[in-house]
């Protein structure tokens, strides 16, 4: 049973435009949300991540989005690249569990030129 | 991929064979895992270590063994494979998990085939 799902599998955006993934937990318990990236044939890697005491995080053309009340959090990559076509995947995890991550599905994203 | 590799690279092995993954790091972290990769579950813990000879089962730790011996490697047996455990596996290091939060490194994964 997956404490973390995520959604859409799978997107493509043309360049320029907003790509949005959308993660939903149940664990109230949860207290970091990471995001990663993945490039085939290669490891993730940290994207961005948030704590529940802000809404919104922004590095750069990406953004999170968190709503606890919801238990949601989103990413959003603005600008969209084709440098920015990759796998993504949310995570959640709790203080002090040994940093065991609950994992989404992910998402692959592709933007086109 | 932060200083860690993991051998073999690619892998193809028989049903019923032993498999051992070895993931080696450079950082001198102390927290390591395995994780395994499969299409539609994202990345599911098998075992962590929180130190030398410290180990614990993830969520998916039934038919693999973890043996810690040194800071810097952690291995991942498959006692008997099953081609169930057809997948990618990747190992990751952390530095401190005083408080959740702590970036995961990942290495660059090892695909598994067992036939």
């Known amino acids: 049973q997956q404490q973390v799902k995520q959604s859409p599998q799978s997107l493509i955006v043309q360049k320029g435009g907003i790509s949005i993934i959308n993660c939903a937990y149940e664990?109230?318990?949860?207290?970091?949300f990471p995001w990663y990236q993945q490039f085939p044939g290669k490891g993730p890697a940290l994207l961005i991540a948030?704590?529940?005491?802000?809404s919104e995080k922004k590095e750069g053309r990406f953004t999170i989005s968190f709503n606890k009340s919801a238990k949601q959090f989103s990413l959003h990559i603005m600008d969209s690249q084709p440098g920015d076509s990759a796998t993504y995947f949310c995570?959640?995890?709790?203080?002090?569990?040994?940093?065991?991550?609950?994992f989404g599905a992910g998402t692959q994203v592709v933007v086109t030129p | 991929d932060a200083g860690i590799t993991q051998s073999p690279r690619h892998k193809v092995t028989e049903t019923g064979t032993p498999v051992t993954l070895r993931c080696h790091q450079t950082?001198?972290?102390?927290?390591m895992y395995w994780y395994r990769q499969d299409p539609g579950h994202g990345l599911r813990l098998i075992h962590y270590?929180?130190?030398?000879?410290?180990?614990d089962k993830g969520e998916v730790s039934d038919g693999y063994s973890v043996s810690r011996s040194k800071t810097e490697d952690f291995l991942l047996t498959l006692e008997s494979a099953t081609s169930s455990q057809t997948s990618v596996y990747f190992c990751?290091?952390?530095?401190?998990?005083?408080?959740?939060?702590?970036?995961?490194?990942f290495g660059p994964g090892t695909r598994l085939t067992v036939l």
């Open positions: 270590s929180y130190g030398v000879k410290d180990t």
């Open positions: 948030i704590r529940p005491d802000v």
């Open positions: 664990n109230t318990a949860f207290d970091y």
């Open positions: 950082e001198n972290h102390r927290y």
């Open positions: 995570a959640a995890s709790i203080s002090n569990s040994w940093g065991k991550f609950q």
């Open positions: 990751a290091i952390s530095e401190s998990m005083r408080e959740a939060g702590d970036t995961q490194y």
